[in-house]
């Protein structure tokens, strides 16, 4: 399960993606010593700590970009970047760069100094804080033959560091065995804004969507899938499913029952609403104590039932029932077999399940059953 946040390196905006030095922890988070002492403490609750890596663009400080602005066509560095013409000022007509964001020039990731400068980087901040992984911001942007020796690199220094690309595509040729071991799972959440957000689909083609999802990659790498309901880059959940507040929570249902690893954006266990960005990244409220409220403990009963049932993590998936707003799909391995049910209709739904048992599920609300050698053994319900 993974928690989402932004990079941690020196930055001079609030959202961190413009690098200025990729050996420094900014200021506003703390000091290396500070990020050192936080995976240490992680570690012994048995918490991964991932760092977001990004090497697709820099910040316009960063001392490779400094001294091109410096000595312009005298910089050695000149290479180091897509140049367009000299001389090179902070305009986006000068350079290629994130979006047209003069801000953040666009690395040449084939450019072999700028591999092994990352390439050191990456290892630097496993050698000296033991991060167990990172996430790569626009991966599919990145030289491939740079990603192949990231993970070269990085799985020799210690195979079980975590990869994870992040792409707003399928992303089947990152998760071929060579290169990332998970990516951010944009199509489940599109699947998921149409049927809870958008209603824009049915309960049978979205159980379709699902299927055809999972088809796409074997079952070892659907477990590590970054299932992500919104992320820094989108409005929050919440406001996708225009304040619904049933809808939004039959939606994490499925996430957190779904193949593959949630990813709660940091907020929305505590109801933290946001539009696009920069307003889908306020700052956490803390100071609300967001451990009292109700989403949170929400959140907590779906997570422990996650973690006490191995189904849940490893076993398959079949859709069970698709009729309109209703859903039903179950999860089942050798040891159990569990149901969720999402009715996210206008009104209450009469399902059928094992020994033809009749359960009333009222609009908005969802149940789940766990069943071992034909017994129940568990039932939660909203």
């Known amino acids: 399960m993974y928690k989402r946040q ?65 000595k312009q066509e005298k910089s050695e560095y000149q290479s180091w970047y897509h140049i367009t013409r000299f001389p090179v000022r902070e305009e986006a007509d000068c350079y290629e760069c994130f979006f047209g964001f003069a801000g953040m020039p666009k ?34 942007e990145i030289d491939e033959n740079f990603v192949l020796k990231i993970r070269d690199r990085l799985k020799r220094l210690n195979p079980e560091l975590v990869l994870i690309g992040e792409t707003w595509a399928e992303g089947k040729r990152l998760l071929n065995g060579c290169e990332m071991d998970s990516i951010m799972n944009y199509s489940f959440r599109q699947a998921m804004l149409d049927f809870f957000a958008e209603r824009s689909i049915n309960a049978e083609t979205f159980g379709h969507r699902l299927e055809t999802a999972l088809s796409r990659h074997p079952d070892e790498t659907n477990m590590a899938m970054f299932n992500a309901l919104d992320t820094h880059d989108t409005k929050r959940f919440i406001n996708s499913c225009s304040h619904r507040l049933d809808s939004f929570k039959l939606g994490v249902v499925v996430q ?101 048992r009749s359960i009333l599920i009222s609009k908005g609300n969802f149940y789940i059953v766990c069943r071992k050698n034909g017994e129940i053994i568990e039932e939660i319900c909203s």
Not at 125 to 136: A, L
């Open 256 to 356: 957190m029952m779904f193949s593959g690893s949630p990813s709660i954006y940091y907020g929305d266990e505590a109801g933290i609403d946001g539009e696009n960005d920069p307003d889908c990244r306020k700052c956490m409220t803390w100071q609300e104590n967001p451990e009292e409220k109700e989403s949170f403990r929400f959140y907590q009963k779906l997570i422990q039932f996650r973690k006490k049932h191995s189904a849940i993590r490893n076993g398959s998936f079949t859709t069970v029932l698709a009729d309109e707003r209703v859903y039903g799909f179950a999860r089942e391995n050798e040891k159990e077999i569990i149901e969720i049910f999402v009715n996210d209709g206008d009104s209450a739904a009469e399902i059928t399940v094992e020994n033809a």
């Open 6 to 70: 932004n990079p941690v390196f020196a930055s001079p905006s609030n959202h961190k993606y413009d690098t200025t030095d990729y050996y420094k922890v900014d200021p506003h988070f703390g000091s290396n010593e500070d990020l050192r002492i936080l995976v240490k403490e992680a570690h012994e609750k048995h918490i991964r700590v991932i760092l977001d890596a990004v090497f697709n663009h820099t910040g316009t400080d960063f001392f490779a970009f400094a001294d091109l602005l410096k």
């Open 107 to 140: 690395l040449n990731t084939g450019n072999e100094k700028v591999q092994e400068y990352f390439l050191n980087v990456l290892e630097y901040w496993v050698r000296k804080v033991q991060v167990d992984g990172y996430r790569f911001d626009v991966i599919d």
